[in-house]
C-alpha cells in the first residue's frame, strides 16, 4: 500500500457544484497535514493547512479523519479556476519528510 | 516580497553528465527542500537543509546531494545523470525547521537525453 493516495480523477463537475476529495494515509504516527493546488506546468501552491479540529477558509474546507486516516478537501460553489491538480501532504511525526499523494485531478466546466 | 527563485529554468544534459541546481528561498526563511517530480505524480522528496544543516534525505541514490549556504540558498547536485532523471525538480523554502507550510519556486526542468 502506497503511503498516501489520492484518487487521479479527472473529477469533471459543472461550475457552481460541490466536490470533495479525499487522501488517505497509512502511518498512523502523520502528525501534519496539507493541501496544495498545482496548475498545470506550474509549480505546487499551499492552499491550507489541516487541522484536528478541521478548518475552512471560504469556499473550502478541510477535515482530518484521524481513526480511518484520511484528510478531505470540500470545495463548494465550484469556479472555473478552481480546475487543477489539488495535492495531499502527509509529514510523518520525526521523520519530517513529507510525502505528496500523486494528486487529484479537478476540472470546472460552464 | 521575492519568492523563491530558481536557475536555469530548462537544462538539456547528456546520461553520464554532471548537473547543479540552484535555489533563493524567500527572504527570512531558513529552510530549503529539494523535490523531484516526474509527469503524472505528486513531487518526491529529495532533500531539505535548515540552517546549513541535513534534515532529512529521501529514497535517492548518492549520486545526489545538496548543500545550503550561509545566506541561506542552496544547491542540488546530481552526478552520472541517467535518462531517469529526467523531472521538474523543485525548491520549497519554509521559516523554520519542521517542513510545514512550503513556498515553492517555479522549478528547474531537466531533460537527460
Known amino acids: 500500500r502506497k503511503e498516501v493516495e489520492q484518487d487521479p480523477g479527472p473529477f469533471n463537475v459543472p461550475e457552481g457544484a460541490t466536490v470533495a476529495f479525499n487522501c488517505t494515509y497509512s502511518?498512523?504516527?502523520?502528525?501534519?497535514f496539507f493541501w496544495y493546488r498545482q496548475d498545470c506546468r506550474k509549480e505546487p501552491k499551499l492552499l491550507m493547512s489541516?487541522?484536528?479540529s478541521g478548518n475552512e477558509d471560504g469556499r473550502f474546507t478541510a477535515q482530518l479523519n484521524r481513526a480511518s486516516q484520511y484528510i478531505s478537501l470540500l470545495i463548494r460553489d465550484s469556479k472555473l479556476s478552481d480546475s487543477a491538480t489539488y495535492l495531499c501532504?502527509?509529514?510523518?511525526?520525526?521523520?519530517?519528510?513529507?510525502?505528496f499523494g500523486r494528486g487529484t485531478s479537478l476540472i470546472v466546466h460552464p | 516580497d521575492a519568492g523563491v527563485t530558481q536557475s536555469p529554468t530548462h537544462l538539456i544534459k547528456t546520461r553520464g553528465q554532471h548537473v547543479t541546481l540552484r535555489c533563493s528561498p524567500i527572504?527570512?526563511?531558513?529552510?530549503v527542500s529539494w523535490y523531484q517530480q516526474v509527469l503524472g505524480q505528486g513531487p518526491q522528496f529529495i532533500f531539505q537543509?535548515?540552517?546549513?544543516?541535513?534534515?532529512g534525505r529521501g529514497n535517492f541514490p548518492d549520486r545526489f546531494s545538496a548543500r545550503q549556504f550561509p545566506n541561506y540558498s542552496s544547491e542540488l547536485n546530481v552526478n552520472a545523470l541517467l535518462l531517469g532523471d529526467s523531472a521538474l525538480y523543485l525548491c520549497?523554502?519554509?521559516?523554520?525547521?519542521?517542513?510545514?507550510?512550503?513556498?515553492f519556486g517555479p522549478g528547474t526542468r531537466l531533460t537527460v537525453t
Open positions: 537543509y535548515y540552517e546549513k544543516e541535513e534534515r
Open positions: 527572504s527570512g526563511h531558513k529552510s
Open positions: 489541516v487541522y484536528s
Open positions: 502511518n498512523s504516527a502523520s502528525q501534519s
Open positions: 501532504v502527509v509529514i510523518s511525526g520525526g521523520s519530517y519528510i513529507p510525502t
Open positions: 520549497a523554502s519554509s521559516y523554520g525547521g519542521a517542513p510545514g507550510e512550503q513556498y
